[in-house]
């Protein structure tokens, strides 16, 4: 057994297969605080084989606790579905703390087998076995990393659309009356609806529907066909699993450069560096990130010191706590060379019409410092011109 592997699991028709599977109500009392959304691997096992002329890649399989997801996967092998995995694992550092060390996704996935384990005096497990489209693999710490799309072909079905999406008209009306409440929490950490009316009107307009007067209705008759999958934030979750706002980044479909913020410009990683200088990309996890141009003036927050309200990190949402902004953003109060990150204050700042963001996972640092959830880097935005300071509160 490695020292702990999480799996994060989404399918193509039933959303986020590992969305409370790290709960107490899931696992009983082998959860685990900050991995609730997160499915516990015992084993990964995987290989390649040379054939003389090129590679064979041969199935991965992994070993876990039954769970919630358990149901869920034997009806992904009935049904046949696709699936987006992303392995970490993590080891014991020199400083005897957690430390997230490698990474591996699987793109296309579909699953095998699934065998399930009910003997007397061990755990009650299961063991899957997946085939995939595409694979990376990534050391962390080492900064080394290899990926293969095995068939070159199916790369803009595998790399357009990350997040399940439902096209199905049927489905999407039972889901189309929201409370405002939902909507507004939800439109608000995308950024969709960031107080301009206007804006959001617009935004809809792009998804082929049109806004409401309010805004306590997102999917109604008029919003059908691409503007249905567009909205998979809404339609593909589910009212049920509305998640973190990492799971309402991207606005998929028959649009793939249209992002809830803006024009998705560029995709980078650690293999397909991006313009960010790496002491800002390498914190996001496995170097991962979307370049973006803001279709429109959009509030973002970040936890800093008070009276110093300009950074280049921030979030959807406005900090709650100072603990949770360290285990969430991967906040050290010292960073390794010394550099002191006191918080003590919350900014509220609006972020001008086409500047350039970046977009991604935050990652882990070490300790408790978990990270992944998403961040937005804006490069050095005292020198931005019309960005402006809405408010600040205290941060405790």
């Known amino acids: 057994m490695s020292d702990i592997i999480y799996l994060k699991m989404t399918g193509e028709q039933q959303g986020k297969i590992s969305g409370g599977c790290g709960t107490r109500d899931s696992v009983?009392?082998?959860?685990?605080?900050?991995?609730?959304?997160?499915?516990?691997?015992?084993?990964?096992?995987?290989?390649?084989?040379?054939?003389?002329?090129?590679?064979?890649f041969q199935n991965l399989s992994f070993s876990k606790l039954i769970d919630k997801s358990s149901p869920l996967l034997n009806s992904g092998i009935s049904n046949n579905e696709r699936f987006f995995l992303e392995f970490y694992f993590y080891r014991i550092n020199q400083y005897g703390r957690g430390e997230k060390y490698y990474f591996i996704e699987l793109r296309g996935a579909t699953l095998s087998s699934v065998s399930t384990r009910f003997t007397d005096n061990h755990l009650d497990t299961e063991t899957i076995s997946v085939k995939y489209e595409y694979i990376l693999c990534k050391h962390l710490v080492a900064n080394t990393g290899f990926s293969d799309l095995i068939f070159p072909a199916d790369y803009n079905r595998l790399f357009t659309a990350r997040n399940p999406i439902i096209a199905d008209r049927?489905?999407?009306?039972?889901?189309?009356?929201?409370?405002?409440?939902?909507?507004?929490?939800?439109?608000?950490?995308?950024?969709?609806?960031?107080?301009?009316?206007?804006?959001?009107?617009?935004?809809?307009?792009?998804?082929?529907?049109?806004?409401?007067?309010?805004?306590?209705?997102?999917?109604?008759?008029?919003?059908?066909?691409?503007?249905?999958?567009?909205?998979?934030?809404?339609?593909?979750?589910?009212?049920?699993?509305?998640?973190?706002?990492?799971?309402?980044?991207?606005?998929?479909?028959?649009?793939?450069?249209?992002?809830i913020l803006g024009d998705v410009k560029g995709e980078y990683s650690a293999l397909n560096p991006g313009p960010l200088h790496n002491d800002l990309a390498n914190t996001f996890s496995g170097g991962v990130y979307k370049e973006i141009q803001l279709a429109?003036?959009?509030?973002?927050?970040?936890?800093?010191?008070?009276?110093?309200?300009?950074?280049?990190?921030?979030?959807?949402?406005?900090?709650?706590?100072?603990?949770?902004?360290?285990?969430?953003?991967?906040?050290?109060?010292?960073?390794?060379?010394?550099?002191?990150?006191?918080?003590?204050?919350?900014?509220?700042?609006?972020?001008?019409?086409?500047?350039?963001?970046?977009?991604?996972?935050?990652?882990?640092?070490?300790?408790?410092?978990?990270?992944?959830?998403?961040?937005?880097?804006?490069?050095?935005?005292?020198?931005?011109?019309?960005?402006?300071?809405?408010?600040?509160?205290?941060?405790?």
């Open 28 to 56: 009983g009392n082998r959860y685990q605080a900050g991995h609730e959304n997160e499915i516990f691997a015992f084993s990964v096992n995987h290989g390649l084989c040379s054939t003389g002329r090129g590679v064979n």
């Open 170 to 259: 049927q489905t999407a009306q039972r889901l189309n009356t929201l409370n405002s409440k939902a909507v507004g929490r939800l439109l608000a950490a995308g950024g969709v609806y960031n107080g301009n009316i206007e804006g959001f009107a617009k935004t809809a307009q792009q998804l082929g529907g049109e806004a409401p007067a309010g805004y306590d209705q997102v999917l109604n008759d008029t919003t059908a066909g691409a503007a249905i999958a567009a909205v998979s934030v809404v339609a593909g979750l589910g009212l049920g699993r509305l998640g973190t706002t990492g799971e309402i980044t991207q606005l998929h479909s028959t649009m793939p450069n249209l992002h």
């Open 296 to 396: 429109g003036d959009t509030t973002f927050y970040r936890a800093g010191v008070a009276g110093n309200p300009y950074g280049q990190y921030f979030s959807y949402e406005a900090p709650q706590s100072v603990i949770q902004t360290r285990i969430d953003k991967a906040l050290l109060p010292q960073w390794p060379d010394g550099a002191q990150s006191p918080l003590d204050n919350f900014f509220e700042i609006n972020i001008p019409s086409g500047t350039t963001i970046f977009v991604g996972e935050t990652g882990y640092q070490n300790g408790i410092y978990l990270g992944g959830t998403e961040q937005v880097v804006i490069q050095k935005t005292w020198n931005i011109p019309g960005v402006k300071v809405l408010g600040n509160g205290e941060l405790k």
